[in-house]
């Protein structure tokens, strides 16, 4: 059984819902886009807000990114 299929979602499709989070964005790092889109909409989208949400959510796709590639590679 590889990784990929043992894994679940954090978040509920309720929650993505509310948040208003797309289709596209509703993977297993879905749970750390919702408190990022918040921070962004307080803090009227300044580049300078909101950077440890920022990088938590980006370091959690780059994970995910290495953890298909495995699979991939595994297959």
């Not at 408190?35 to 959690?60: F, G, I, V």
Request: proline residues 4%.
């Amino acid at each position: 059984m590889s990784a990929l299929a043992e894994r679940t979602m954090e978040a509920s499709q309720e929650e993505l819902q509310n948040a208003k989070i797309p289709l596209g964005y509703r993977d297993f790092c879905a749970h750390l886009l919702v408190p990022l889109n918040a921070c962004r909409r307080n803090e009227m989208y300044l580049p300078w807000k909101c950077e440890h949400e920022r990088h938590a959510y980006e370091k959690c796709e780059y994970l995910e990114y290495k953890r298909r590639l495995k699979h991939v590679k595994e297959t």
